[in-house]
């Protein structure tokens, strides 16, 4: 029998089909197909994603644990664009571009901080915390400072996770969202909560591989430290399983039944809401069980924190597992929060975020331990950020063609497919 015959690599075909412009490779965007590499290598993509994706979108930002106080502030950067997120004088969230308006200098070049005015390094133009011009020396007699307050980007919390929208035309079902989640997000009280760890990583590959990765766990056999706490049946049929997970599949169903049983017992929302590309902002939202003791994200699956996030009677309560189109995944245990964003630097860069909450009383090395706390999820982005980085290094590849995806990457497809989407409508405007 003659050996089965393997597709031949053509340069010259392979440059001709890299070739295309944004319109052709959406359009010829085949289903259940990875993009085509464009997509992710090119400056010129890059480029469209920061406006047709990341200025036209809700896009998570921050904590409203990081800016906890008035005059609190980060700022953070999508592209071109520089945004100060911050609370004012009545403690409510605002955005604004990080421009002057006198002659469009940077106003503010650290990360985060905390003022009683918003002054511009250059000229000394003062802002106060509402974005009004309340300071500019040396003007015409017929200056007229309510003109030239500083350029408000819309910002929403929803139950303390901070969205940006840069647009001024906003995806029109934010309401709708904020309303749906809210339920889910009250009970952990992520308003009240403090910071207890921050860490940056540069993933060295694009985004929207940051994302896929997450969106899957067909590779979660690469994550030993998550395992130790995390059903690996994630994206999975329950009834079709590799027989490798059937164990796990067994453990997960007990799990969970006594899980709702518990949910039901306190009101706590638990089923899940999978709208990923139906709508302008998609997002998916349930509560699960966790592995061993069922409690936490840690080694043993025991509460990290012996403060829990609020009155709940028990630390075994899963963990609520949330996701947002395009850059942001969530996880919410009894004991601690945890939130990630994904925001692209350059088309083989990108910065995840990772924020651990706890109670705003819980005391670090009384209530927690900050490396068993943050143990679980540090190693896994590091494997992450591996990972991500061979995806994008095959795809420079000029052999590269676009490959299925599994059945249990449906939440990949998914994402591709609100991604496509979004480039649809900002290519046809």
């Not at 069980?289 to 069922?294: D, F, T």
Request: proline fraction near 7%; charge should be negative; aromatic fraction near 10%.
């Amino acid at each position: 029998m003659s050996a089965p015959t393997q597709p031949q690599f053509d340069p010259d075909l392979a440059r001709e089909e890299a070739a295309g412009d944004p319109r052709q490779l959406v359009e010829r965007r085949e289903v259940g197909m990875s993009l085509e590499a464009p997509f992710y290598t090119s400056q010129e993509y890059y480029d469209l994603d920061i406006d047709a994706i990341f200025a036209k979108s809700w896009i998570f930002v921050a904590n409203e644990a990081e800016i906890p106080d008035a005059g609190d502030y980060v700022t953070v950067t999508v592209g071109r664009y520089s945004i100060i997120v911050t609370r004012d004088d009545d403690e409510n969230v605002r955005a604004y571009h990080n421009v002057c308006r006198h002659r469009g200098a940077r106003i503010i070049n650290d990360e985060r901080g905390s003022v009683g005015r918003i002054v511009c390094g250059y000229h000394q133009w003062t802002y106060g915390m509402d974005g009004k011009l309340v300071f500019a020396d040396s003007q015409a007699p017929d200056f007229d400072p309510s003109c030239f307050s500083l350029r408000g980007v819309h910002a929403r919390s929803v139950g303390g996770l901070i969205f940006i929208c840069i647009s001024n035309d906003t995806p029109p079902d934010f309401d709708d969202f904020a309303a749906t989640v809210e339920p889910y997000l009250a009970p952990h009280r992520l308003r009240e909560a403090k910071v207890a760890k921050q860490i940056d990583l540069i993933e060295h590959g694009n985004w929207k591989l940051t994302v896929e990765n997450n969106r899957e766990c067909y590779h979660c056999g690469g994550h030993p430290e998550l395992l130790s706490s995390y059903f690996p049946v994630y994206g999975f049929d329950l009834d079709d399983l590799p027989p490798r997970l059937v164990p796990a599949r067994d453990r997960y169903v007990t799990a969970m039944a006594e899980l709702v049983d518990k949910c039901e017992t306190l009101s706590l929302p638990y089923a899940e809401i999978e709208e990923l590309d139906t709508r302008p902002t998609g997002f998916r939202i349930d509560r699960v069980p966790l592995e061993k003791a069922g409690e936490s994200f840690t080694p043993d699956g025991t509460a990290a924190s012996k403060r829990l996030m609020a009155d709940f009677p028990s630390p075994k309560l899963g963990r609520l597992g949330f996701h947002v189109q395009p850059n942001a995944w969530f996880h919410f245990m009894a004991d601690h929060a945890i939130t990630f964003s994904a925001i692209p630097i350059a088309p083989d860069q990108t910065l995840v975020r990772t924020t651990w909450l706890v109670h705003p009383d819980a005391v670090e090395g009384v209530d927690y331990d900050i490396d068993n706390l943050t143990s679980v999820w540090r190693a896994t982005n590091e494997q992450d950020a591996g990972f991500v980085e061979r995806a994008h290094q095959g795809l420079l590849s000029p052999a590269y063609i676009p490959g299925p995806y599994s059945p249990s990457e449906y939440q990949v497809e998914a994402f591709i497919n609100w991604y496509i989407g979004r480039l649809r409508k900002h290519l046809a405007e």
